[in-house]
């Protein structure tokens, strides 16, 4: 049975930090909902109200198109070993982008990674956990760093010359441009 929370509690925040992946999923008022897998060690816990995920660079943007309009977004994370268990995090999100104000502040909470590219924080509007009965048990083997090597082997006028005019969603919502982040070794 589906039980709802106001805010992470202690054994909330346990379980997410076992997780290696987890989803979000966003939606604008009219076009497609976008239903994402993340993985490394890209999530945090803010406080028991607040959570924050860095993104990097991908094949698109829309979770920051979707949040630019609507703020709605839901993350879930299935427990793939004992206990069953499903958490959803209800929220509103937004993007901070490496050169907003509030960055450096953010960025503190990670590993910044080459292709960084924003950071969603999320306010929590509610927490619901369900059985997980039906999740099968899947063991983690490792990270795929496909993506990092790829943000690390290209080169930066390379990277703006492949997003440029890439700056709206699929549904034609427009997106805050940003180049990549390359960290401080940059």
Known sequence: MAEFFEALNDKHVEMIGKQPVFFTATAAADGRINLS??????????SPTQVA???LAGSGNETHAHLSVDG??????????????ILRIYGRGIAVLPQDENWNDLAGNFEIFSGTRQIFVIDVESIQT?????????EF???RETLKKAHANLPEADWM???????????GIPTRTTARYFGPES
């Open 161 to 171: 010359e492949k997003v440029a005019g890439r700056n709206t969603s699929i549904d």
């Open 37 to 46: 897998p993340k993985g490394y060690d890209a999530f945090r816990v803010l």
């Open 72 to 85: 709605r977004i839901t993350v879930m994370f299935c427990n793939f070993d004992r206990p069953a268990l």
């Open 53 to 55: 995920y860095l993104d």
């Open 141 to 143: 083997d490792r990270e």
């Open 130 to 138: 369900s059985c997980g009965w039906g999740i099968p048990f899947m």
